[in-house]
């Protein structure tokens, strides 16, 4: 199968590019290696899948998006490029506004013209907002984003079901929730703690504490897309997350555990645009697909403590 991932040298993006050439599918890996985090991290994960096909450019340039999906013409596209996170939404929204609004439409443009078998799209589980019914689900409300992010990623959703509805394009949306892991983005917080503990700094812990994630290891996100893109839809959204959401001060306490070094705690009032609890329901991934993610954080925070560790040349 050919395969068109966009955002291939992102941390999602990497994983599933090394995962979809080792079962023998032919990849078009397209980034525009923005700056947002150190673009070094984002070259070496590129190291990792070098049997990828791989072209610099920004989808946010329709003709440079057109022009490599007319010549590769794939069999499927998984869209993970975009602008990430939602505190520096706040202080640059020009670039989610291209990156995940802008160039989303181009993509829809490039697979109206010429289908894929499937479009699998990212979106997030911060859509759901402040919404205090848990777990989340699928057919809860998503109205009222609290972050411009949380806004594209909805707005994604509505752009893909209405080319779904008139065009017929086959697609589907993610919403992932809290995704780490080896390979890791430096802004979230597996990163982050890790290396304010290794370094002996004090972690700055938000809303005192009192929060609670659905921490998702990158295998299980990688395993469970990949079955998607293998099970086109005319339109679904899926959850996918670990449905085990943890306590801020506990997921500290494995991570302390996993680096073998004690954490120093700047407790912190809520920002702006956060959520202080995500807990997915995965029923509806696990009946259409046979799979829901399951990895233990303890176990999946072992194996990024490694990588951290070795990557970052803390002995």
Known sequence: ?????TGAAGFIGMH???????????????????????????????????????????IANAAALRAAYEAFRPDAVLHLAAQPGVRYSIENPAAYIDANIVGFANLLECCRHAPPGNLVFASSSSVYGSNPR???????????????????KKSNELMAHVYSH??????????????????????????????????????????HGDMERDFTYIDDIVEGTLRVLG??????IYNIGN?????????????EQALGKKAELDLQPMQPGDVKATYA?????????GFAPSTPLE?????????FKDYYRFS
């Open 1 to 5: 199968m050919k395969v068109l991932l």
């Open 16 to 58: 599933c590019a090394a995962r979809l050439l080792e079962r023998g599918d032919e990849v078009l890996g397209v980034d525009n290696l923005s700056d947002y985090y150190p673009v070094e991290l984002k070259r070496d994960r590129l190291e990792r899948v070098q049997a990828m096909r791989f072209e610099e450019l920004d």
């Open 134 to 152: 848990l777990p989340w689900q699928e057919s809860d409300e998503v109205d009222h984003p609290v972050s411009l992010y949380a806004a594209t």
């Open 166 to 207: 008139l065009h017929g394009l086959r697609c589907t949306g993610l919403r992932y929730f809290t995704v780490y892991g080896p390979w890791g983005r430096p802004d979230m917080s597996p990163v982050l703690f890790a290396r304010a503990i290794m370094e002996g700094r004090a972690i700055r812990v938000f809303n």
């Open 231 to 236: 099970r086109p839809q005319r339109y679904a």
């Open 243 to 255: 449905h085990a959401p943890v306590r801020l001060l506990d997921y500290i306490a494995l991570l």
């Open 281 to 289: 329901d995965t029923s509806a991934l696990r009946d259409a697909v």
């Open 299 to 307: 176990t999946g925070l072992a194996r990024f403590a490694a990588w």
